[in-house]
């Protein structure tokens, strides 16, 4: 579905991004792997390579302006980008007397700023290519409220907002914006709930208990939804936040 087409993916380099990368490569796509930890994004394109897709992995910290448009300005220049997963973020647990105005700065630079940036370093080249797409991970959070989590929902409903609004603006340009909002994936990401619900098997009890299905989702079937996403598939979709939560959200 992909081939011939240049996909771009932040924090890649392990859970959801690294099977985002995976997925987007096995659909014949030549992926950007990028993370904050190289090792781990050389990690993830190794995989890519053993089951015979093509790519390139980079260092990339998503706080770094400078280094995403150089990083982005290189990418265009030899092979351009057709597609950009966006997915490097952070949780912070607590409520508002829990959480520090630092705390909250942190996750909004990740959580927002961070997908604004790089957005806004893809458009034109997208526009230029005659179209692309965007996919910018949020969470079911961003669709609902958890209980206290407010630097985590407060950013991730900014970040559906920033994916409706870009959408509206370049649906003309044929580029399409939509935001991942995937519930529970049994991922190290997890860790904030995992402290808020006092250890592992709280968390596991509030999984098979409270969302319908009462199960985790599986990278892959994350990665799924990305795929459509980002492939020909969804050609009329955008300003979608596609939940992936098993129900959760009912």
């Known amino acids: 579905m992909l081939d011939n087409r240049t996909a771009f993916v932040t924090g890649a380099g392990s859970g959801i991004g690294r099977a985002s990368a995976i997925a987007l490569a096995e659909a014949g796509a030549y992926v950007?792997?990028?993370?904050?930890?190289?090792?781990?994004?050389?990690?993830?394109?190794?995989?890519?390579?053993?089951?015979?897709?093509?790519g390139e992995a980079?260092?990339?910290?998503?706080?770094?302006?400078?280094?995403?448009k150089a990083l982005v300005a290189d990418v265009v220049a030899r092979k351009g980008i057709d597609i950009l997963h966006s997915h490097a973020g952070i949780q912070i647990p607590g409520k508002l007397e829990q959480v520090t105005p630092d705390q909250m700065d942190a996750a909004w630079a990740l959580n927002v700023r961070a997908h604004f940036?790089?957005?806004?370093?893809v458009v034109g080249p997208m526009r230029a290519r005659g179209g692309g797409s965007v996919i910018i991970t949020a969470s079911n959070s961003g669709c609902q409220f958890d209980r206290e989590m407010i630097s985590y929902?407060?950013?991730?409903?900014?970040a559906v907002a920033m994916v409706k609004q870009m959408a509206a603006d370049y649906a003309r340009d044929n580029i399409r914006f939509n935001a991942l909002c995937p519930g529970f994936v049994d991922t190290p990401f997890n860790a904030g709930f995992e402290k808020q619900m006092?250890?592992?098997a709280g968390l596991e009890s509030y999984v098979s208990e409270t969302i319908p299905m009462?199960?985790?989702?599986?990278?892959?079937?994350?990665?799924?939804?990305i795929l459509y996403l980002a492939s020909p598939k969804s050609g009329f979709v955008t300003g979608l936040a596609l939940v992936i939560d098993g129900g959760e959200i009912l």
Request: zero cysteines; aromatic letters at 2%; a negative charge.
């Open 32 to 54: 950007v792997v990028t993370d904050l930890r190289h090792d781990l994004a050389d990690e993830t394109l190794a995989q890519i390579r053993i089951a015979g897709g093509q």
């Open 58 to 68: 980079h260092a990339l910290d998503m706080r770094d302006d400078a280094g995403i």
């Open 117 to 121: 940036v790089i957005s806004r370093e």
């Open 153 to 158: 929902a407060t950013t991730k409903h900014a």
């Open 198 to 200: 006092g250890g592992r």
């Open 214 to 225: 009462g199960r985790w989702a599986s990278v892959d079937e994350i990665a799924a939804g």
